[in-house]
């Protein structure tokens, strides 16, 4: 505090020479001049002095029979005298000052640790509803607040924290330990999907009710969850598991309209947007009309490897007009062909084709392509089990009288 009190107020080194030291320093001490940082050397003595002392210094000089002379000037004082005349350069130097120190009341840069099951933009947007982002002002940041409001929303998180540096601020994310998933043992049996021809039965829990080979229907049992005890000849039930597959028979569908919408470009305008700490400013201005689209480009500013939130986005809208035409046959074909092929590779993904037929039906509408596959596929779906409870201790009651 006292060096900030000298500079604000100035100062100035001095040096003392060609007389009596020892008398100067006493001199100035009765005068209560304020000198200090004296240092004594073989030819005299160097001090400071505030400035607006510096003139009582030389009477004590001449009466200690020495010569004083000045070395540096230091301070404010000093500083303001050299943009005398230039008071448009000082100004902004003051005022880039404020605004840097307005702006790192700010957050400039958001960066999330610890997700693994959580996206990070998922975080980033939760953030966003609490106010909290690029451009947020830190003194604003409640993380109790924000803690108790991600419980809410994240199921998988064990805390959120916010933690500021300067003006980066870091999210660190703590994701709960979930236990293994067990077992459904909620008495059930296994039945068929679809209709098929049974090629393979993995029973895990329960007892298979068909054999490769068999034809089922869709809703026919196949893996059973009841089954009789040889030692208290009474049915028991559990949850029956395994694996189910069967040859089956499907038809994959496809229709395209012949009638078509094409867009044209008519018209592009570009306009740019200043982007300051969450800030938009726009540079100009366009009417986003229907049959309008935006591609925006965002350049922002980066500094020791950060990116600050200061920059330019770049957004040109593209303006079209829209046509209706009709489709040739040959056109008509293709597209569905090409929505066929991304359906059927969607089907194999959890089946193993054996054989394909393919019909087209071309109308003055439209085109209706089939494709008719043989696959082999799993078709065990688990269907729960009602037990009337009253009815089986009736029984049991029944066979215990007996």
Not at 141 to 150: H, L, S
Not at 354 to 366: I, M, R
Request: aromatic share 8%; charged share 25%; with cysteine.
């Amino acid at each position: 505090m006292v060096k900030l009190l000298r500079w604000l107020f100035g100062y100035v080194s001095f040096r003392f020479s060609g007389g009596f030291v020892q008398g100067f320093v006493e001199r100035c001490r009765r005068e209560r001049l304020g000198v200090y940082d004296l240092y004594a050397d073989t030819d005299g003595l160097t001090g400071k002095i505030a400035a607006r002392r510096y003139r009582l210094l030389r009477p004590v000089a001449r009466a200690s029979g020495g010569r004083l002379r000045l070395l540096q000037k230091r301070g404010a004082p000093f500083v303001f005298a050299r943009f005398r005349g230039r008071l448009g350069l000082l100004a902004g130097i003051v005022a880039c000052i404020l605004l840097f120190s307005y702006m790192t009341s700010f957050v400039w840069t958001v960066e999330v640790k610890g997700c693994e099951t959580i996206s990070e933009s998922s975080v980033l947007d939760f953030l966003e509803t609490q106010g909290f982002r690029v451009g947020a002002k830190k003194r604003d940041v409640d993380n109790d607040k924000i803690q108790t409001a991600a419980m809410a929303a994240f199921d998988d998180a064990a805390w959120i924290h916010i933690n500021i540096h300067g003006t980066n601020a870091v999210v660190e994310v703590s994701e709960s330990v979930h236990a293994p998933q067990l077992r459904d043992k909620t008495p059930a049996n296994i039945v068929a999907a679809k209709d098929g021809e049974i090629t393979q039965v993995i029973c895990a829990g329960g007892e298979a009710a068909v054999q490769p080979g068999s034809a089922v229907t869709k809703g026919d049992l196949l893996i059973s969850g009841i089954y009789a005890s040889e030692v208290d000849k009474k049915n028991h039930f559990e949850s029956a598991a395994g694996s189910v597959t069967a040859k089956v028979h499907e038809t994959l569908t496809v229709t395209v309209q012949r009638a078509a919408e094409e867009k044209r470009e008519t018209q592009r305008k570009t306009v740019q947007t200043l982007l300051l700490f969450g800030l938009e400013i726009p540079l100009g201005f366009a009417k986003q009309a229907s049959g309008c689209t935006v591609q925006s480009d965002t350049q922002l500013l980066q500094l020791g490897g950060k990116t600050l939130p200061l920059g330019l986005r770049q957004d040109t809208y593209v303006y079209y007009e829209k046509n209706t035409y009709l489709r040739t046959d040959e056109e008509l074909l293709q597209l569905a062909r090409s929505e066929m092929q991304e359906k059927r590779a969607e089907y194999a993904e959890n089946a193993v084709i054996l054989s394909e037929k393919e019909t087209a039906d071309t109308t003055d509408a439209a085109c209706t392509l089939k494709l008719s596959l043989t696959a082999v596929e799993e078709i065990g779906v688990r269907r729960e089990l009602q037990i009337d409870v009253s009815a089986d201790d009736s029984s049991s009651e029944s066979d215990g009288r007996t």
